[in-house]
């Protein structure tokens, strides 16, 4: 069964600090992995698409890491601000089917304090 | 600014009423999606469209219908609706295999 896990369910952490988020999937075949941040009552926006062949990518603070033999992903966040706090969805999709079928995990939950 | 609208934000309506969810992008993309989204939970695919005149189910058993008769538009439309209808709902589109934009939602409430 397809599926994309993600951990942890929850994070808070300090103004400043820095965190991993990871996600874990079993989508096969696979196309892409994506990372989304929705901030609340907002809609998702993307941070960074990553395809099999690209093990890291970066996009200002948020570095995202793929290894496609694992089938896991990290998003890292490089000291975190206040705006930082958001859901964290990561997102796969797979090469079955025309539209290129998405996969999504419930998100990571962040909150960051002062 | 906003590539891609949803009208209302929120909406709180009583059981058995008709409603209709819009959703516009002015980007140009030929495909769209909505997307339905509860608290915690991950987003499900309800319906979407590769062009004009192309709609189809998604994963999630919805009583929802869409329309697309023109590119840049793909409501959504209840024709009876239940407290259990009460979700958020997404609508995103996208073209080629680009990540796809999303608009801001509309929160629905039914009583």
């Known amino acids: 069964k397809n599926q994309v896990e993600q951990s942890p369910q929850s994070l808070i952490i300090l103004e400043g600090k820095n965190c991993t988020l990871q996600c874990n999937y079993t989508v096969s075949p696979f196309s892409n992995l994506r990372w989304y941040k929705q901030d609340t009552g907002r809609g998702p926006v993307s941070l960074t698409i990553m395809t099999f062949s690209e093990n890291t990518k970066s996009n200002g603070r948020y570095t995202a890491t793929l290894d496609a033999d694992t089938k896991q992903s990290s998003l890292h966040i490089t000291a975190s601000q206040l705006s930082d706090s958001a859901s964290y969805i990561c997102?796969?999709?797979?090469?079955?089917?025309?539209?290129?079928?998405?996969?999504f995990g419930r998100g990571t939950q962040l909150t960051v304090w002062p | 600014e906003a590539d891609i609208y949803q009208t209302p934000r929120y909406l709180v309506i009583g059981t058995g009423k008709k409603i209709t969810l819009e959703c516009s992008q002015t980007m140009g993309h030929d495909k769209m999606y909505w997307y339905q989204q509860d608290p915690g939970m991950e987003l499900h695919l309800i319906h979407y469209s590769y062009g004009v005149n192309s709609t189809e189910k998604g994963d999630l058993s919805s009583e929802s219908t869409v329309s697309r008769i023109r590119t840049e538009h793909f409501p959504l439309t209840l024709e009876s609706a239940r407290p259990s209808h009460t979700s958020q709902y997404l609508c995103a589109s996208s073209t080629a295999d680009q990540p796809q934009h999303f608009g801001d939602g509309t929160r629905l409430s039914i009583l």
């Open positions: 997102v796969v999709s797979d090469r079955g089917s025309t539209l290129g079928r998405l996969y």
